[in-house]
């Protein structure tokens, strides 16, 4: 059975830096891509960023609004994919969800959601 | 960035009604949309990706057709399970960008 669960949120102060967690199972975590979306309350999704497998180098894509402040990473070896936020504004407070890409073709489906870790940033 | 809008924004039904939700896109995504079901409190669900695919699992109700830039998600007779917003998602180009949402709602 796939399992995705992230962890790592709370309340941050603007400027702050958290980290989130995603730790994973039930698949070859090495084989996939895997993005971070995210939900401020009460609004719509956001696409935060991506990251490649290893067959595509592990490179990375990030939403305008997040790039150059968040980075993700990945630990294959942990089945664990990261994501690194820096400066935080009031703007990131969010719902943080780990994704899991399904490759069909040339493009990538989101297919397996974790249930989201609440950020809060505020003073 | 491609923007994604759709129609209707929200949405009251009855059990058993035929709804429609459209998803228009600001330029050509070919067939590259994806629809995803949300309750309150939970993660989105992948309903149907490259317009009309249908995700394992998901019930057959659920039809999805379209390419370009308009797109439609079906569902031919609504259960009580099925009240919750849904969203279209291009992921044809960078950004990945997703429509507002559609929220369907108990008459």
């Known amino acids: 059975e796939v399992q995705v669960v992230e962890s790592g949120g709370g309340l941050v102060q603007p400027g702050g830096s958290l980290r989130l967690s995603c730790a994973t199972s039930?698949?070859?975590?090495?084989?996939?891509?895997m993005d971070w979306v995210r939900q401020a309350p009460g609004k719509g999704l956001e696409w935060v960023g991506r990251?490649?497998?290893?067959?595509?180098?592990?490179?990375?894509e990030y939403a305008a609004s997040v790039k150059g402040r968040f980075a993700i990473s990945r630990d294959d070896s942990k089945n664990s994919l990261y994501l690194q936020m820096n400066s935080l504004k009031t703007e990131d407070t969010a719902v943080y969800y780990c994704?899991?890409?399904?490759?069909?073709?040339?493009?990538?489906?989101?297919?397996?959601w974790g249930q989201g870790t609440l950020v809060t940033v505020s003073s | 960035d491609i923007q994604l809008t759709q129609s209707p924004s929200f949405l009251s039904a009855s059990v058993g009604d035929r709804v429609t939700i459209t998803c228009r896109a600001s330029q050509d995504i070919s067939g590259y949309l994806v629809w995803y079901q949300q309750r309150p409190g939970k993660a989105p669900k992948l309903l149907i990706y490259a317009a009309s695919t249908l995700q394992s699992g998901v019930p057959s109700r659920f039809s999805g057709s379209g390419s370009g830039t308009e797109f439609t998600l079906t569902i031919s007779s609504l259960q009580p399970e099925d009240f919750a917003t849904y969203y279209c998602q291009q992921v044809n180009i960078y950004p990945l960008t997703f429509g507002p949402g559609t929220k369907v709602d108990i008459k």
């Open positions: 994704a899991r890409g399904l490759t069909v073709g040339p493009r990538v489906y989101h297919d397996y």
């Open positions: 039930g698949f070859i975590f090495s084989d996939h891509y």
């Open positions: 990251t490649r497998n290893k067959a595509n180098s592990y490179t990375t």
